[in-house]
C-alpha cells in the first residue's frame, strides 16, 4: 500500500513508523483517517533529522500536518530518532496527480443544477440532529437568551438577510450544538421538505478531500449549494488552513447567493479565529453574531431541575442537592449534566439509602477539585465585570486617584477578589498594585457598605451572578 522510496528499505523504517501510529490511534474514526489518507502520501523520506512527506497539494499540506504530524513525530522519536521533525509538502511530481485541484472562481457554483450530476458515493448527506437538541430542552437564561432569541427567529425565516449567517460562539459545553440544531429540528417541523443538512467544519474538510481525491469536485459543491439551511458546526477548525478557507468561501458565498440560511458555531469570536482570511470573517459578521457565556448559578439551577425533571422520573432529589450541585459545578452545562446523572445512578443502585448531601459530596468529589483547576475566578475577571459595571476603565481602578467614583468600584473589586477567589490578601494586592493593608480595608469597608446600604448589596451580589457564582458565597 505504501511506496517505499529508495532512502527506505523495505520492512524498514516507513513500516515502523505506520505501526506506531496505528497504536497511537485507537478510534475507529482515527483509523479510518489513517487509511483513507495515508495512500495519500506520494513520497517520503528522512533526510538527516526530517522526515518529508510529499503530498498532492496545499490543503492536504494543512490537513494532514493538523492530523498525522505528532503522532509521526512521536513514533519517530519512539524509533531513535529523539529531535526528528515531520514536514509535508507539495510532492515534486504532484502535477501528474490525478487529483484535481480546487476551482477558485466561484462562477460554476451559479450554474443551474443539472440532473447529471454524478452522486457522491458513500458521503453522508447530514449527520443526523440530536433528537433532545430541540428549544424545548433548552432552558434560558441571561446567559444564553439572546443567542435564544435570535435562532428562534432565524428558526421562524430561515434565510432574512439581517440573521444570515448565524454565528453562535461560546466556550465548549455551552449549548451551541444543541441551540443550532434545534433550529434544524423547527425548521424541519414547519417544512418536513426542507433540506436542512448538519454538519461538523471537520466532516466538511473530509468530504472535501474525498471529492478531490476523486474527482466529484462538483457533485461535491452541487450537493451543498442544495440544502435550504446549512448548520455548520465548531468553524473555528478552519482556522489556519486557508486552502480550505477558499473552497468553504464559495459554497458559503453561493449560499448566501441563494438567500439559503447558514447557521456557525465557533469557540470563538469571527474575529479572534486565527488564520482565517479577513474578507471570510468579514463576510461571518455580516449576519448576525451572538454569544452565550457561561450560564449564572439561578440558570444552572434551572438547568438541573429541568434534567431531574427529563430523567429522573419520579425519583425525588432534595433542592439543597441540587443548590450544592449549581453552587459548585460552574464551568459548563455539560458538567452539570454528568453530575446529576451521578446522582440518578446512585438513587438507582442503591434504592434504599436516603440521598444526602455528604453523600452527593462524596460522588462529585472529582469534578468538583476539577472545577476548581479550570474555573478558578481570576482578580482580572473580577475587574472586568467590576469596570464594565461602573464605565470606569482598567487604568482607573489602578491609578492612586482616591476620588469616590472610582474608590466605590476599586474597593467592590477587592471586595469581590476576597470572596470569590483563592488568592491571598497579598496577592490580590499586586492585582491592584497595592499594599495587602489596602485590599483588607477596602473589603471591610465594603462588608460594612453592604450591610446598610441594600442598593450597594444588590449591586454586588448582580456583579457576583454575572461571574457565575452563588451570591450567598458573599455572607461566607
Ligand atoms: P457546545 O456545543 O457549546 O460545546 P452542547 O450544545 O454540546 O455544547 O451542550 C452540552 C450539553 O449541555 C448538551 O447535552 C446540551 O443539551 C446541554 N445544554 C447546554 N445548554 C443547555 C441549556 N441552556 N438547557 C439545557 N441543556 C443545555
Ligand atoms: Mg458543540
Known sequence: MFEVDSSIAPGGLWEQIVELV???????????????????????????????????????????????????????????????????????????????????????????????????????????????????????????????ATAMAVANGPGRTSNNPLFIYGGTGLGKTHLMQSIGHYVLKNNPAASVCYITSETFLNEYINALTNNAMPAFRERYRKVDVLLLDDVQFIADKRQFQEEFFNTFSSLMTYQKQVVMTSDVAPKDLKGCEERLTGRFKQGMVVEIEAPSYETRLAIL?????????????????????????????????????????????????????????????????????????????????????????????????????????????????????????????????????????????????IDVESDLRKVIENLTSQLGRNPSELSK
Not at 473580577?382 to 469616590?404: A, H, N
Not at 473589586?413 to 490578601?425: G, I, P
Open 22 to 148: 496505528k497504536k497511537q490511534f485507537t478510534t475507529e474514526s482515527d483509523r479510518s483517517k489513517m487509511e483513507r489518507y495515508f495512500p495519500l502520501f506520494m513520497s517520503h523520506e528522512l533526510k538527516g533529522d526530517t522526515l518529508n512527506i510529499g503530498v498532492a497539494e496545499a490543503l492536504q499540506v494543512e490537513w494532514f500536518t493538523t492530523l498525522f504530524k505528532d503522532p509521526l513525530e512521536s513514533a519517530l522519536h519512539a524509533l531513535g530518532h529523539p529531535s526528528a521533525k515531520v514536514v509535508f509538502d507539495i510532492a515534486e511530481n504532484a502535477g501528474a496527480s490525478a487529483v484535481q485541484k480546487p476551482q477558485p472562481s466561484p462562477a460554476h457554483l451559479l450554474k443551474p443544477s443539472s440532473s447529471s450530476t454524478p452522486s457522491l458515493i458513500g458521503m453522508p448527506s447530514t449527520l443526523p440532529l440530536t433528537e433532545n437538541y430541540t428549544f424545548q430542552n433548552f432552558v434560558v437564561g441571561p446567559s444564553n437568551s439572546f443567542a435564544h
Open 305 to 449: 431541575k429541568f434534567k431531574v425533571k427529563m430523567q429522573s422520573a419520579g425519583r425525588v432529589i432534595p433542592e439543597e442537592i441540587l443548590k450544592y450541585i449549581a453552587e459548585n459545578i460552574r464551568s459548563h452545562v455539560r458538567a452539570l449534566e454528568g453530575a446529576i446523572s451521578r446522582v440518578i445512578t446512585f438513587i438507582d443502585l442503591n434504592p434504599n439509602i436516603p440521598m444526602t448531601l455528604e453523600i452527593v459530596q462524596h460522588l462529585l468529589k472529582d469534578s468538583i477539585e476539577q472545577e476548581k483547576t479550570i474555573k478558578d475566578l481570576t482578580v482580572e475577571d473580577i475587574m472586568k465585570v467590576v469596570t464594565e459595571f461602573y464605565g470606569v476603565t482598567l487604568s482607573d481602578i489602578l491609578s492612586p486617584q482616591r476620588t469616590q467614583t472610582l474608590v466605590t468600584p476599586r474597593q467592590v473589586a477587592m471586595f469581590l477578589s476576597v470572596k470569590l477567589t483563592t488568592r491571598s490578601l497579598v496577592e490580590i494586592g499586586r492585582s491592584f498594585g497595592k499594599t495587602h493593608a489596602t485590599v483588607y480595608h477596602g473589603a471591610q469597608t465594603i462588608q460594612k457598605r
